[in-house]
């Protein structure tokens, strides 16, 4: 991939119905580097990840300190980078154009946006602001619009569907070019989505959901693993300094990367 379209395009391609494009979600140079080592055909950012790195909880990084990470991530790997911004590190429809305006200065070529706190009809002007600065640019920036009715329990139960699949819909016609909903991972509901909204579906994986091979069978275009890579190797620090601290030894350590894996790694 030579150029930004170049891998817009690209980004774009990989997100096919039932033969999804899977995305270890990373906060830094590094973790791009040996997720794309294993494979990955693109690379994206997890908010909450990048936050945890920068010191803060979920939601505490501004918009400064996430923009120059995805830029490392983007000048790490050869991939396409999709950024996890949020709702887009502005108040209005306006600041989120400006937002993906220096997103696409990093090299980056998708962005995750979230409906959060936002009326869906303000989460849809949203979504438009960010595919209309994407055009002044000249570049197909891959908008994946997400909506957090079921992560966050809005509404009744038994209406959770209806309702997600009316701000997908939404968000669609302003401009998204795939949907995400996390918080789901039984298969009649992620089927449902799939028949209902006309994108691409995004469904977040972890321990307990369905399978890559199952989820592709259901019609999901990308699976995501949102901040679970993180959470996975700030376990491993924890474990690794609680056995030092508690016992004197160091088994934790068995299966770490060499100095020289991660010296070599870092050089690119």
Do not use: C
Not at 61 to 66: I, N
Not at 151 to 170: C, F, K, S, T
Not at 180 to 188: K, L, N, S, T, Y
């Amino acid at each position: 991939m030579t150029t930004q379209q170049d891998r817009a395009r690209l980004l774009k391609e990989l997100h096919r119905p039932g033969e999804p494009v899977v995305l270890a979600n990373v906060w830094d140079a590094a973790s791009a580097r040996l997720v794309a080592a294993a494979g990955a055909k693109a690379v994206a950012t997890a908010s909450a990840s990048v936050s945890w790195s920068l010191g803060s909880p979920d939601g505490g990084a501004d918009r400064d300190q996430v923009l120059a990470r995805t830029a490392e991530v983007v000048r790490s790997v050869g991939l396409p980078v999709t950024a996890d911004l949020e709702s887009g590190y502005a108040d209005t429809a306006a600041g989120v154009g400006e937002t993906v305006a220096a997103l696409l200065a990093t090299g980056a070529v998708g962005v995750n946006l979230e409906d959060a706190e936002y009326a869906p009809e303000q989460a849809a002007e949203r979504i438009a602001a960010a595919r209309a600065a994407a055009g002044a640019a000249g570049v197909h920036l891959f908008v994946n619009g997400r909506t957090d009715v079921f992560l966050r329990g809005l509404g009744e139960p038994e209406g959770r569907l209806d309702e997600a699949v009316r701000r997908l819909r939404m968000y669609v016609e302003a401009g998204a070019d795939s949907v995400f909903v996390p918080g789901v991972a039984d298969p009649e509901t992620i089927a449902a989505l799939v028949a209902a909204v006309p994108a691409p579906l995004n469904v977040l994986a972890a321990p307990g959901s369905p399978s890559v091979a199952e989820l592709a069978k259901l019609g999901v275009a990308r699976i995501s693993l949102g901040p679970g890579l993180g959470k996975a190797a700030y376990a491993a620090v924890r474990r690794a300094a609680e056995e030092v601290y508690a016992s004197g030894t160091y088994t934790s350590l068995d299966g770490g990367l060499t100095y020289q894996e991660l010296n070599a790694l870092s050089e690119g």
